[in-house]
């Protein structure tokens, strides 16, 4: 699997010029309303003063995105939960994106599957950097049909992610709070989600201790999946992505399906 990061700088003008090109009207229309320019002043003039008067109508998502953001994480660090409101606040700014919000579709070069050769490895991931700061960090993973995000931890964050288009497989663990452990390198976690979900459907939210901290995202069609980190991943600070493998394992002594993690150095091992 590979990813390619974009920086934000031309992730941002990227969705700046999608948006423009599609609000401006066509050749033949810009000529009319120059021809008409001194018939419509006032009609214009009127305009602009709703313009001035309803700020609000001039926020693009992505930028409400942010600001909400802002708000959420303001008081926020490593395994430091936002309020519930603040919480709903956030997932329904993100139930509302949509992919023309940040200037994606489908048929673009990101989404392609592989061909010829190529089919025998994975398809490689994009990932567009649209912000990042101590508090949090936006960004949006563009998934090409059969592409695998690896299962991975998020230590200490709070995390929402928007399928924004596209079918996909998303399955997710949570460790088990005080479980016998057979040796000091093994761990038990359980599973918390094992389903397919396909674009429009709201944000899921995953915490440090609960909701899936643990997950692995596989595409059935091109994807895009827009999220949101809170703090974002940080190798000073230990908050390192480790990605795990699955084996299987039978029933734990109780009965109940358990998971087994095997920590070898920095190698994290699933049973399932």
């Excluded at 579709?105 to 101590?134: K, V, W």
Aim: glycine letters at 6%.
């Amino acid at each position: 699997m590979g990813f390619e990061m974009k920086p934000e700088k031309e992730v941002m003008e990227l969705i700046s010029s999608k948006n423009q090109c599609m609000s401006s009207p066509n050749s033949v229309n810009n000529k009319k309303k120059k021809n008409n320019k001194n018939k419509n002043k006032k009609m214009m003039m009127t305009w602009r003063r709703k313009k001035i008067d309803s700020p609000a109508d001039e926020i693009t998502a992505v930028r409400r995105l942010f600001n909400t953001c802002k708000e959420v994480f303001s008081n926020g660090g490593p395994g430091v939960v936002p309020s519930e409101d603040k919480i709903q606040k956030l997932r329904e700014i993100l139930d509302d994106m949509k992919p023309e919000d940040v200037g994606l579709a489908p048929t673009m070069p990101y989404f392609r599957p592989n061909t010829g050769l190529e089919t025998r490895s994975l398809p490689p991931i994009t990932y567009l950097h649209l912000h990042q700061c101590d508090q949090f960090s936006i960004g949006i993973f563009c998934l090409p049909p059969s592409g695998v995000i690896p299962l991975h931890n998020h230590p200490g964050m709070t995390v929402f992610s928007k399928l924004l288009f596209g079918t996909m497989h998303i399955k997710s663990y949570d460790w088990v709070v005080d479980a016998p452990m057979r040796d000091p390198k093994t761990r038990l976690a359980k599973l918390k989600v094992d389903s397919t979900f396909t674009a429009p459907c709201n944000a899921s939210i995953l915490y440090p201790e609960d909701g899936g901290n643990m997950h692995r995202f596989t595409a059935k069609t091109a994807c895009a999946v827009l999220d949101v980190l809170g703090p974002p991943y940080c190798n000073p600070e230990g908050r390192h992505c480790t990605y795990f493998l699955e084996f299987p394992f039978d029933k734990f002594s109780s009965g109940q399906l358990f998971y087994l993690f095997t920590n070898d150095d920095s190698l994290y091992i699933l049973y399932t």
